[in-house]
């Protein structure tokens, strides 16, 4: 079946299920396995080796660690002759940053530089990611209420929640450290998801008629709006994703990170402008119409389904 041929808005049981699958999967890792939050937000110190001689493996490095530090250190490489060793909070397990600095560069034969966080400052960290999310959420929902309606603000952000759903639900489960960077993909995962829904919504406010509501009326609308502007969503898309896989697969860890954010965000982002914003789009003002308010410009009166 072409895609311009589906019915978006019809069988938007089928789309909810899909998602829904998703979303179990990603709430269960979260809430099992907890997520893997890294040293910006809990505390601890991160140790750069720089110059090492050999090439030591990752297991080596812990091992260089004194006492079972190793165990509980993240150890990860970068570029070729160099590791980033991520521990817990020092102080707690015994250990000075200096004691864990020496006994790197005395057993890898490396430079060694430290910055380290305490648990209160990670804290705030934490706090102010959240309340940088949340206020962005806030705004737009501001944003889409006034240039549109509420129901597109309440629309859209559902999508938006369901997009950082997945995108965290999917760093639980492949096990990856959530940071600074993460925060900063999911901001961007936020803006660009905005952008292709807006696309949607700005077809579908073109298209209404200036006054009446009638449920299947406006639902065909609805569907032949996202038909005239899918394809132009998805090949946005893969044209961003290309460069996002790149830097996902020769990236350092950093990039990596950053790219994985991206590249789950996007794909849901796309997944949820078109198949999940617009359905619940229809079925509120379907459920307005149901309970009597009258949608914006429908003439006091005028028939409802």
């Known amino acids: ?4 041929n589906i019915d978006f808005v019809g069988r938007w049981r089928l789309w909810f299920v899909i998602s829904g699958v998703f979303l179990l999967l990603c709430v269960g890792a979260v809430a099992l396995g907890g997520v893997n939050l890294g040293i910006d937000f809990t505390g601890g110190s991160a140790f750069t080796a720089s110059g090492i001689q050999g090439s030591p493996s990752t297991g ?5 660690l004194p006492g079972d530090l190793g165990e509980r250190s993240i150890v990860q490489s970068v570029g070729e002759e160099g590791y980033e ?4 909070v020092l102080s707690e397990e015994g250990y000075t940053d200096a004691e864990v600095r020496q006994a790197l560069e005395e057993e890898l034969g490396a430079e060694v530089s430290v910055t380290s966080i305490s648990p209160t400052f990670g804290g705030q960290i934490r706090t102010q990611a959240l309340q940088a999310v949340a206020a962005a959420l806030a705004i737009i929902v501001l944003f889409i209420s006034l240039r549109f309606e ?4 309440m629309a859209a952000m559902v999508a938006l929640i369901h997009d950082i ?3 965290i639900g999917f760093y639980a489960l492949v096990g990856r450290e959530v940071n600074l960077v993460t925060v900063v993909a999911v901001l ?3 803006g660009y998801s905005l952008y292709d829904t807006i696309i949607i919504f700005d077809r579908i406010r073109e298209n209404a008629p200036e006054a009446g509501y009638n449920r299947q ?4 609308l609805a569907n032949n709006s ?8 998805i090949y946005t898309s893969v044209c961003t994703l290309i460069p996002v896989v790149a830097l996902l697969i020769f990236g350092e860890s950093t990039l990596s990170d950053f790219a994985f954010a991206l590249l789950v965000g996007i794909a849901a982002g796309t997944y949820s402008s078109i198949f999940i914003a617009a359905p619940v789009l229809c079925l509120y003002k379907a459920w307005r119409a149901g309970r009597g308010a009258p949608a914006r410009g429908t003439p006091k009166g005028a028939a409802t389904p």
Do not use: G, H, N, W
């Open 226 to 233: 996202i038909r005239q502007v899918v394809m132009r969503s």
């Open 60 to 64: 080596e490095v812990r091992e260089a």
């Open 150 to 153: 509420f129901s597109f603000a």
């Open 1 to 4: 079946m072409a895609l311009k």
């Open 188 to 190: 961007t995962v936020l």
């Open 85 to 88: 060793v991520r521990t817990p």
């Open 217 to 220: 009326r406006y639902d065909e």
């Open 165 to 167: 759903l997945i995108t």
